[in-house]
């Protein structure tokens, strides 16, 4: 018998706010000592009284839209109960009864063509806190700096069925939200976490299987490696026999490659779900809607088909672009400034990525602004700096975002110069210091002009205009 | 009312129900669940907003700003034991 596997993700994004979602302390522990930021209500301590962040509700509203949803107008949270020591209160602040969006659709591509995954919510809720076993064995030790941290989860429809279309999922999701800014979205830096349910049934069935849930995936390629494992198991246990399924929360060991039972699945009923009395709806208005629906970005297929037509760009380039908010806007700053898109495409597909590459960089960690690559995109078609220094200030403007391209590269001494003097006095000492090379070169050898002009080039630093070295250099041959 | 919603409810109120009350249980339900769909379907309910406090309410929001009012040195001043800036608990076995 056939088998098709069916798979709904819950997809928790951490929100890029700058404090937490109920209280003023900052949002970003990231390298905090333990409980650096934390105050009475993230710590749970009594009568403390949330306050909801508005951007976090932005954000909600944003992602909603992004992911085609229905917003819910009138949005209410709801208190969650579990005792766990990572969660002081001992409820999670949660939306359950009306979240904050509904009926979203997010079309994804893959080698078997076009898919909608249907969104069934997007809720906003408050992160738990992280614990640590093993600073001494007799306790265990808890930091509260993730506490309240905004998160939004995503739900799916069961939709999907496979791990490379969960894999164009994530990816579209990614895409969107980090295109709407409300998200860093990095899986290797916790900000994005999936749990994966899964099950199986006979092609053709509309009956679900017994599902299990994989908690807190946190990379891409695990994610796929559990789902084709899990597939397997079902499919084992289904058809053969070995063992019997239950639903329950598994475990993901991507290192043994296995999936292990943590706990009996629970339903919403065991959580208490309950209108939480201390946060009163939020109303959503005309006003505060229609400017999170102006504040949306233009939407990447969109965008790259504006940049074919409006910059004349290849479908390639366009869509290379377009595959980060933060390569079109530099791409754009950069058009702008320098008045050569196809320049701009070029400098950023190879000298950025390059870069990027280098310094294992995603294109949304870009800090180089589009002003200041235009501008140092100018000073090379001007003849001011050589393309080989233009890349040292490139990489110098990765260090610094503020930085002046034409500023740094006068005081590093980058810019080209026009004294002849000094080209021809460099000229001559190379000349005079590979005979062979000069032999070479009248014998008809052109590559020998290009070993010399390179030896002078190095020795000038690259300051120098290559066509006025390329005649002096030629020409001093010539009566040599 | 189905068996397993009351198997549930059942074991989340610490209930122990005989064969017998559980039929009766779900018999009451049901008659109860039937009269009161009869009289709500006649509702039309098709305008009508969901509720979503039973008050008139709504909450404030406040700006995205981060602030630290508090250190953790006085946060933990109560807490029975704390180690390197941790909260410190019983051994949670994972």
């Known amino acids: ?480 | 009312m189905d068996r397993d919603t009351l198997r549930r409810l059942g074991m989340l109120n610490q209930l122990s129900l005989t064969d017998v009350q559980k039929e009766e249980i779900i018999a009451f339900f049901d008659e109860r669940e039937s009269e009161a769909k009869a009289e709500l379907d006649v509702i039309d309910t098709s305008d009508v907003e969901r509720m979503v406090h039973v008050m008139p309410v709504f909450t404030v929001v406040r700006e995205d700003v981060a602030s630290q009012p508090f250190t953790r040195e006085a946060l933990q001043a109560g807490a029975p034991e704390t180690d390197e800036g941790y909260w410190c608990v019983p051994r949670v076995l994972e």
């Not at chain 1, 000592?33 to 934390?38: G, I, K, L, S, T």
């Not at chain 1, 989860?153 to 800014?181: C, H």
């Not at chain 1, 629906?293 to 760009?313: D, H, I, T, W």
């Not at chain 1, 030629?474 to 040599?480: E, F, H, N």
Request: glycine share 6%.
């Open chain 1, 1 to 480: 018998m056939k088998y098709e596997t069916v798979i709904g993700l819950e997809v928790h994004v951490e929100l890029a706010t700058n404090s937490k979602i109920f209280c003023s302390c900052s949002a970003h522990s990231y390298g905090a000592q333990p409980n650096e930021h934390v105050c009475p209500a993230c710590c749970g301590m009594p009568g403390m009284l949330p306050v909801v962040n508005k951007r976090v509700v932005d954000y909600g509203i944003k992602a909603g839209l992004m992911l085609g949803c229905d917003i819910n107008r009138t949005t209410t949270f709801d208190k969650k109960s579990y005792y766990y020591p990572d969660l002081p209160a001992a409820y999670q602040t949660t939306q359950w009864f009306a979240p904050v969006a509904v009926n979203g659709l997010v079309e994804i591509e893959t080698s078997k063509g076009k898919k909608g995954i249907r969104i069934k919510q997007i809720h906003m809720e408050e992160d738990a806190g992280k614990l640590v076993h093993d600073i001494r064995e007799d306790t265990t030790h808890v930091d509260f700096n993730r506490t309240s941290v905004p998160l939004i989860e995503i739900v799916s429809q069961p939709d999907l069925s496979s791990a490379e279309e969960v894999e164009a999922y994530l990816e579209r999701l990614k895409t969107l939200l980090r295109y709407a800014r409300v998200a860093e979205c990095e899986m290797a830096h916790g900000t994005m976490r999936c749990d994966v349910n899964l099950s199986v049934r006979p092609v053709g069935s509309n009956k679900l299987g017994v599902r299990t849930e994989m908690k807190n995936m946190n990379s891409i390629e695990a994610i796929k490696r559990a789902i084709e494992y899990e597939t397997a198991r079902h499919i084992d246990a289904v058809e053969n026999g070995t063992e019997v399924l239950v639903q329950e929360t598994r475990r993901w060991d991507d290192i043994k490659g296995k999936s292990y039972a943590m706990r009996t699945k629970e339903t919403a009923g065991d959580y208490r779900y309950f209108p939480d009395p201390n946060v009163m709806p939020v109303v959503i208005d005309e006003a505060w809607f229609e400017s999170m629906k102006n504040s949306l970005p233009e939407f990447p297929e969109v965008k790259r088909a504006r940049y074919m037509q409006e910059y004349g760009l290849s479908e390639y380039d366009a869509e290379q672009l377009t595959k980060s908010i933060a390569l079109c806007e530099c791409f754009e700053g950069a058009s702008a400034v320098c008045g050569s898109p196809k320049d701009a495409t070029n400098w950023i597909l190879s000298e950025i990525m390059n870069l990027l590459n280098l310094r294992q960089m995603t294109y949304d960690m870009l800090t180089v602004n589009g002003k200041s690559l235009g501008e140092l995109i100018l000073l090379v078609s001007n003849g001011k700096v050589g393309r080989a220094n233009a890349k040292k200030v490139l990489s110098a403007m990765f260090d610094n975002p503020e930085l002046s391209p034409e500023k740094y590269a006068e005081e590093n001494g980058l810019i080209i110069s026009n004294d002849t003097g000094l080209i021809d006095k460099v000229v001559k000492e190379i000349v005079a210091s590979d005979p062979k090379s000069v032999a070479d070169y009248k014998g008809g050898k052109e590559k020998a002009l290009m070993a010399l002009f390179g030896r002078c080039m190095k020795t000038l630093k690259g300051n120098c205009d290559p066509q006025v070295l390329r005649k002096i250099l030629i020409d001093y041959i010539a009566k040599v």
